[in-house]
Structure formats: C-alpha cells, structure tokens
C-alpha cells in the first residue's frame, strides 16, 4: 500500500537531508510504527506519504514513494485525499471550521459524499472517539487533546485507506489514548485500514504494532523489523524494556503484562531493599533572584526587584473557582507549592490542569478564591512586575517564538533575562544538541521547537517554572535531558508546576502528584502514594513490580547496586 524506494528529502538552505535512503514497504492492512530521536525526520517520511513532501513543504525528494499505486511526486496532495488522511504534530494548524461536527463533515463535504452518508459517519465517529457531548462546542474552547481527538475524527469520517498519524497520542490523557489507539486496532483489523504512525510514547503503542521502521540518525538507513526485534537494538525505548535489558531478559518484553510474568525473581531481589525517599523537605530559603521572563513586549529596560523578596511559598492557590461562559473549568481548587517543590498535575482531557496553570501566570482570572504567586496576586500585578516571579512554557510553543533564527532568540532571551551571553544557547544544546544556529524555529519538529521555548523561559530563571505539557513531542534521551535540567532547578530552590499526561515524567520529577477531575481536586500527595494507586496514571515499572513501590528503572538499579 505504501512504498519508499531509496528516498531521500533534502529542504531549502538545509545542510544536510532531513532523511537519507529511506527504503520501506507498508502492506494493506499493517501498523507500521516510526520511531526514533527528535529530529531524524519521522515528520518529513509522514508527510512524503501525503504529498505534503514536497509539494507543501518545498525541498528536493530524490527516489520513489507511491501509496496505492500513485506516486507522490506526480500527484499533489488533493489529488491523494480520498486515499490518505493525515494528521500532523499540531492539529490545530489544521482546522477549517468552529465546530466539532462542522469539522468531522468538512473532509466528506470536500469529497462530495451524499449528506445521508455524511450525518451517519459523523455519528459513527463522535461515538468512536468519545467525542459526543462536544458535537456543538467550538472548537476555540477545547483543551488540547479534546483538539486532538477532533483532529483524528475529522481524518477518520472519509474512511481513507491509509491514515498517517504523528504524535497522535501526545496530548492524550491515558484513558483517551487508549479509546484511539482501540479505534485504530478495530480499523487495521476489521477494515484493513494501513495505518503508518511516528510517536515518541513507546509504552503507549509499541506493542501494537505489526512492524517498526527505526530511523536511528540523521542520515542512518531505517533499521525495519517486528517490535521485539528493534526494540531489542534501538536507541529509543519505553520503561518495560529498558527494565527488561536492566534485568537481562530476553527478548525485550512489551507488554505490562509480559513484564509481570517475568518479574518473580526480579521482585524477590528487591524485596528487602529500601524505597527512595521521593518526598522533599520543602525548603526554607529566601526567594531565588528573580528575574525577567522572556515575552517579547518586556524585553528592554527590566525593572528593579520586588520589595519583599522572600514569600514563605512559591504559589498559593486557595478555593479557586474558575469560570469559561457558562463552564465551571475550576471549583474551589487549593493548592500550596514551596520552593524546590516539583508538583505534577494530571487529569483526564479537560479537567482544568491548563486553566489552573493560566490562572497562576495571571493569565485567567478568579470568579471566586485567591492565587497568589511569590506574594502577588497575578491578574492584578502589573505585568512588569509579575514576569520576574512565574515564568509559563505553554502547550504551543511557537507562542513564545518570534525571531527568525534559534541564535536570534537565544540572543533575544538572554537580553530579557540579563544573563551572560550565550546561556540560552548552552540550555538548548544540553536539551536538544545538534541544532544549528541559523535554523529557522519553524523548521523544528515539534519536540524541537518546545525545547527551544522551554531554554527561552529557563533562561530567565524564574522562581516558580509553569510547564504545560513539557513532554509532547520529546524522545527519551530528551526528556531525560529535560529532567536533569528541572531537578537542577529544584535543588537551587525553584518550584516547578507541570501540567502532564506523561505517567513516566511524573514519577521521574514530580515531588508530589495533584489530580483534577472535572475542575476539582480528587488526589493530592506524595507520587508514590498517588500513582501507585491508580491504573490510569501508574507508570510501567510500578505496575510490573506491584505491589512494591517502585516507580522508575532509574530506582531499580539503583537499589540492585
């Protein structure tokens, strides 16, 4: 269904290709799983099978990709919409309409299907994806998986023969993410739909692939196999393998399930060793320095410090109502954060993580209660003043990307932040090495593009970090990367709210774990206590190894030593 013969995708100004000799077969009917590090081209091999490569995108494609027999060098990517349906790292590039079932009819009213046909699809669709209840919900006021799973319908309705998917997961809670992966099983598996998907949360979907195509360099020829078989050489790879390699098993195990089968001995050896200590003492410390963010409207002139430097804690939220028009997004919500305190917000789609982060930066203000944010109240503290004490990196990056080059908003961050010059530069190559200075932020993948937003911020230091979904679009050695850096940050004194549906980051940094539900607060303490109790947000290694409590390789091997 899908063929790439010896391809190779070189852009505009590039130095380098963005994939080299890429040679690959996809049958009808087969889920096929991209992996590999940010940054080797799994977005350019998805979007040659579409035909955004390169009739969109520009650049040179040298050798042959056909799927269905028409090749996508001779046929624009109208011309493969009734075959192929795509959808990209950011969704919401991509809508057309207001509304949820505007949006899933625009691909079938483009086709020109009867409306009979289209009112059933719809239908059949809002009930695959969960989707019912926001039928007539503009689509401005979803959160960003809600967004993601309209992006999927809307590609879904058309019923194409092969769905290209990147990322489709990233923004996922982990009960949604299951619903869409069980929806593309049923379409591979009953419809004989081809399915090619890139995602960087291998725990979430590497079992369900038929194979795995392996870009494992800029530049590498894919390595292609059964999941087992690349897993067992690649150099990225979810926790029930790594955990599986720590304890010499062989072959990797996939599966949870496979993991706990194998895990007798394993648990015996650990039985005796003692918990890491994950709860800090919060500590009792003068406010760190604060210092300017980098929004671009502040940039010049920063102001003198505030005058009381040392508030008692970090953020305190306390009975908080938010409301969106007639929608409660929050009620009476109460949280306290300490300095070098790391809490982790989770919750299903929707549950307010991102208005309660939006109402700690100023950025949405209280019907009822209080926040205060380093002895400020954020939506009445002049902006001037409020930039030096909470810094947000937001869902979208590109938010906080103005420049032109990645050397021009690093130059840009440290003139906000009045660092030296060059520590933005160092932060982006200890979370991302490899980037050149003269690339353009939007020739960046999406993991690319929010390490350069996430170096923007930290760059300035900020006492209290706000992250929104930290994680989306990173690989493993990147959000390694990313962790070292927030555990930094946390031991000099900064505290650290991230709002995450990645399960394996909580139970790396997150000191304490805080759950929403439909705008209130149902959980709140200790990360083991929390996730070890729940099956939705419980990592890998703490459901191989229940009832003990561990919760990362990391403390595994360390206690084995």
């Known amino acids: 269904m899908i063929r790439f013969e010896d391809v190779s995708v070189t852009y505009e100004g590039a130095r380098e290709p963005a994939c080299l000799h890429v040679d690959f077969e996809v049958a009808e009917g087969e889920l096929v799983l991209l992996v590999g590090p940010s940054g080797v081209g799994k977005s350019t091999v998805l979007g040659a099978v579409s035909g955004l490569v390169p009739h969109f995108t520009g650049g040179t494609l040298r050798g042959r990709v056909t799927v269905d027999g028409r090749d996508t060098r001779t046929h624009k990517p109208r011309e493969l919409a009734d075959v192929v349906g795509t959808v990209g790292q950011d969704p919401s590039a991509h809508f057309v309409t207001d509304t949820v079932e505007d949006e899933l009819a625009y691909g079938m009213e483009s086709l020109g299907l009867a409306p009979d046909v289209m009112r059933r699809r719809v239908e059949e669709t809002l009930d695959l994806l969960g989707l019912a209840e926001l039928r007539d919900r503009p689509i401005a006021t979803l959160s960003g998986g809600q967004r993601q799973r309209v992006a999927i319908g809307s590609v879904l309705t058309p019923h194409p023969r092969v769905l290209v998917l990147d990322e489709p997961t990233s923004a996922l809670d982990p009960a949604a993410a299951e619903e869409v992966l069980a929806v593309l099983q049923r379409l591979v598996h009953d419809l004989g739909t081809t399915v090619l998907m890139a995602e960087h949360r291998l725990e979430r979907v590497v079992q369900y692939a038929d194979r795995v195509v392996l870009l494992p360099a800029p530049g590498a020829a894919p390595v292609v196999g059964t999941p087992a078989e690349v897993m067992a050489v690649s150099p990225v790879y979810p926790p029930v393998v790594a955990l599986g390699r720590l ?95 790391t809490v982790a917000l989770m919750g299903r789609n929707g549950a307010g993580k991102s208005t309660l982060l939006g109402a700690m930066v100023g950025l949405v203000e209280p019907a009822a209660g209080s926040v205060r944010v380093g002895g400020a109240v954020p939506h009445r503290t002049a902006p001037r003043d409020l930039v030096r004490r909470v810094g947000l990196v937001p869902q979208e990056p590109r938010d906080l990307l103005y420049a032109d080059t990645v050397a021009a908003e690093c130059a840009a961050a440290d003139a906000d932040a009045g660092a030296g010059a060059g520590s933005c530069r160092a932060l982006v190559s200890e979370l991302l090495p490899g980037v050149a ?58 505290a650290i709210v991230l709002a995450t549906h990645d399960v394996e980051l909580a139970a790396e940094l997150a000191h304490r774990v805080v759950i929403l539900a439909d705008g209130e607060m149902v959980a709140d303490g200790p990360t083991a206590e929390v996730v070890v109790a729940s099956p939705s947000f419980a990592p890998q290694v703490a459901k191989i190894l229940a009832p003990q409590r561990w919760l990362t390789v990391a403390q595994v091997r360390e206690a084995l030593r």
Do not use: C, I
Not at 249 to 260: E, F, H, K, N, Y
Not at 333 to 338: A, D, I, K, N, P
């Open 437 to 494: 200075d003269d690339t353009h932020p939007r020739d960046l993948s999406e993991g690319q593009r929010l390490a350069l937003a996430l170096a923007v911020v930290l760059t300035a230091r900020p006492p209290l970090l706000l992250l929104d979904e930290p994680t989306r679009g990173l690989d493993y050695a990147a959000k390694a990367r990313l962790v070292a850096v927030l555990r930094a940050l946390a031991a000099e004194g900064h």
């Open 247 to 341: 304890a010499g098993w062989s072959p990797p195990p996939l599966t949870v399930r496979d993991a706990r089968r194998r895990a007798g001995d394993l648990r015996e050896r650990l039985a005796d060793r003692p918990y890491p200590q994950h709860t800090p003492t919060p500590l009792s410390m003068p406010a760190l320095e604060p210092a300017p963010s980098p929004r671009r409207r502040f940039r010049r002139n920063p102001p003198p410090p505030p005058a009381n430097p040392t508030p008692v804690h970090a953020a305190v939220v306390d009975a908080l109502t938010v409301r969106h028009a007639r929608v409660e997004a929050l009620r009476r919500v109460g949280l306290t954060v300490s300095p070098g305190e």
